[in-house]
């Protein structure tokens, strides 16, 4: 197989060189003959050397490399990369483990894979691509993870419609490329769940917060606890199987307050402890009285790009300033940014400014970050993304 030859501009390789995973378009200086959308390329210096080979796409980013090797995209490549990714997942203990069948398979840069991510809910893989290469080998790589899972994943749900870019008209839609159960519990650490892949968030699920949920579980114990921006309860069970007294789930959305109340009657039918909310986040921190003392505060990303950094800043410090004013003497605040723009300095700097405005005497007891099977690559620091603080208020 031959691909087509992009040539850098000279010394524009450098970064390549150091396998940070992207060309960016003012990077090339020519390209040979016609390239189409999500096509794979090989990269070449100026001076006419090997240095990578990738996904082609219209944009800043220009190239997503797959490989720095010399070597042909077929079935044994995917197959080689999932079977790797697939050793990490069981290396952590997330997967083959009796208790948890919920974890990410692919992490796009994070596996050598950029574009690609793939989330395992029991029988059911959810793939979804967020680049027009990864699109247009999609069928090759559900073939490949047939052979790498097989005898565990029976369906394969394909999840692109709003993670493709929309200019690229791919004509793209929501649906099984393979099997199509509508088995739809999933178990994370012993706890069950229902996942509306179909038209859920993400990929269904926030697979990324489960070691912080399992934290969570050991702090639980006796304590009054608000879950703001529960989706669809996660931190909920975990803290009721630590022994909560009560839990409040909160969440703007209707829908996912829905789902978490069917996730309760799963994990503790009928259990008195727990009440969910459809309510404003900013609304019900207002409302609320001071009974909380166990806070977890996990919102939805506030800046997508840079330039929203500075609001997004201001937005973190007002949630967090009203979380610090009312929650009860000895409490413990969970708090997460997933937002890749914001950085750990950036983030934990938010909430000093809302510790300070109250007043209050407070203490970093962990710092929390993405699990495992969602891995930074080295040579890639933009893939990290999820930030968290655990703190004690006196
Ligand atoms: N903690 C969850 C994931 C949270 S995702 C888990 O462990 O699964 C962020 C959630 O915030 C979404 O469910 C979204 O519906 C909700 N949300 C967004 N804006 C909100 C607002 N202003 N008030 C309350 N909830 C909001």
Known sequence: MVYKKIFLKPGKEESLKRFHPWVFSGA?????????????????????????????????????????????????????????????????????NPINNTYRLVHGEGDNLPGLVIDIYGKTAVMQAHSVGMHENRMDIVEALSEVMDGIVENIYYKSE????????????????????????????????????????????????????????HFAKGRSVLNMFCYTGGFSFYAM????????????????????????????????????????????????????????????????????????LRGYTKLNAKAFEKIKPGGILFTFSCSQVVSKENFRNAIFTAAAQSGRSVKILHQLTQPGDHPVNIYHPEGEYLKGLVLYVE
């Open 28 to 96: 090339i200086a020519r390209i040979e003959g016609e390239c189409e959308e999500g096509e794979i390329v090989d990269i070449y210096s100026s001076k006419k050397e090997f240095i990578a080979c990738g996904h082609f796409q219209v944009g800043s980013i220009a190239v997503r490399v797959l490989t720095f090797n010399q070597e042909v995209i077929d079935n044994s490549f995917w197959k080689r990369r999932l079977e790797v990714a697939y050793d990490l997942r069981k290396a952590l203990g997330v997967a083959e």
């Open 162 to 217: 709003t993670t493709l870019p929309f200019k690229a008209e791919l004509g793209q839609e929501n649906g099984f490329i393979k099997g199509g159960s509508s088995e739809n519990v999933a178990m994370e650490y012993g706890l069950k769940f229902h996942v509306d892949w179909l038209k859920g968030q993400k990929t269904g699920f926030f697979v990324d917060q489960r070691e912080n949920r399992h934290l969570l579980e």
């Open 241 to 312: 199987r630590g022994g909560a007294k009560l839990v409040h789930s909160v969440d703007s959305s209707a829908k996912a307050i829905d789902l978490t109340n069917q996730n309760v009657e799963l994990n503790f039918p009928g259990d008195p402890r727990h009440k969910a909310f459809a309510e404003d986040a900013f609304k019900y921190l207002d409302q609320m009285g001071d009974q909380y003392d166990l806070i977890i505060l996990d919102p939805p990303a506030f800046a997508k790009h840079k330039d929203a950094l500075r609001n997004a």
